[in-house]
Nanobody
Framework: QVQLVESGGGLVQAGASLRLSCAAS????????MGWWRQAPGKEREIVAA????????YYADSMKGRFTISRDNAKNTVYLQMNRLEPEDTAVYYC?????????????????????WGQGTQVTVSS
């Protein structure tokens, strides 16, 4: 079993930066593609970014391109999301997820059903 714990969220002003971390335990996720998702109040959970297990492939939702960067350190069993130029519209709970079904495949999945393990989320609030 895999446990994912997100950290790094908080309250910031528009234009600020935050770096989210997702630490995995229970089983190494170094061979799993990973993703960051977010869910704002009253909205569906949406993909933010995804990264393949060995990092060459990444995927970003259109509104995050150029502002957010996903990365991973497999030696630390940790995935990161660097968020720059934050906007009030980025306010949401951010979730980390792991895709066991694509273990060791060079895929950065972007559909919610492709993810098997989820963290509890970390709140990001951006004030205007």
């Amino acid at each position: 079993q895999v446990q994912l714990v997100e950290s790094g969220g908080g309250l910031v002003q528009a234009g600020a930066s935050l770096r989210l971390s997702c630490a995995a335990s229970g089983r190494a996720v170094s061979s799993y593609p990973m993703g960051w998702w977010r869910q704002a109040p009253g909205k569906e959970r949406e993909i933010v970014a995804a990264i393949s297990w060995n990092s060459p492939k990444t995927y970003y939702a259109d509104s995050m391109k150029g502002r957010f960067t996903i990365s991973r350190d497999n030696a630390k069993n940790t995935v990161y999301l660097q968020m720059n130029r934050l906007e009030p519209e980025d306010t949401a709970v951010y979730y980390c997820a792991a895709s066991r079904i694509y273990e060791s495949e060079d895929i950065a999945p972007w559909y919610i059903y492709e993810y098997d393990y989820w963290g509890q989320g970390t709140q990001v609030t951006v004030s205007s």
